[in-house]
């Protein structure tokens, strides 16, 4: 059984992080908060049934299976793009700017291109910066998969941005 305070800490530890899954799911930021909500409302609801121990990667099944039943009523399509930011420590010339935004609109179409699977494990480990075994412990999967999975993103994105 969990209770209330457990409960609370929890929200606060895992909320962002399983919101940021999601995100990657679904590329719609109000989306990923409104499936991480149900997450958590869908916990508490059943409380009693669960020990914080093993809590963890319930919370990661849950939202990817709430990602995919949104994911079909809906059909949206991912927008990295939009989400990207413009991170510049020197004046670019316009030139510059104009590469930038057509490696920019490229690595954003070839994540959406990316098989689903791939780009899930790539963007946990380079935007959250999860180790292996914690995206193996994540996703339920091996850490040699998450290797697998990360070498081919990796081959893939190379192909397509060179």
Not at 147 to 155: C, D, G, V, Y
């Amino acid at each position: 059984m969990i209770s209330k305070t457990e409960f609370q800490k929890l929200f606060d530890n895992y909320f962002d992080t399983i919101r940021n899954f999601v995100y990657y799911r679904c590329g719609d930021t109000e989306t990923a908060s409104d499936i991480t909500q149900e997450v958590f409302m869908k916990i508490w609801e059943k409380h009693k049934q669960f020990e914080v121990s093993d809590i963890k990667s319930l919370l990661y099944k849950m939202a990817n299976d709430m990602a995919i039943s949104n994911y079909r009523k809906e059909q949206t399509q991912l927008n990295f793009e939009q989400s990207m930011t413009i991170e510049q420590d020197y004046d670019a010339s316009p030139e510059e700017m104009v590469q930038f935004e057509e490696l920019k609109s490229s690595y954003a179409r070839a994540l959406t291109d990316m098989p689903e699977n791939q780009r899930v494990t790539f963007l946990m480990n380079r935007n959250e910066g999860l180790k292996y075994h914690e995206i193996a412990e994540n996703l339920n999967i091996s850490i040699k998969t998450v290797e697998k999975r990360i070498s081919t993103a990796l081959a893939y994105l190379k192909k397509e941005l060179l």
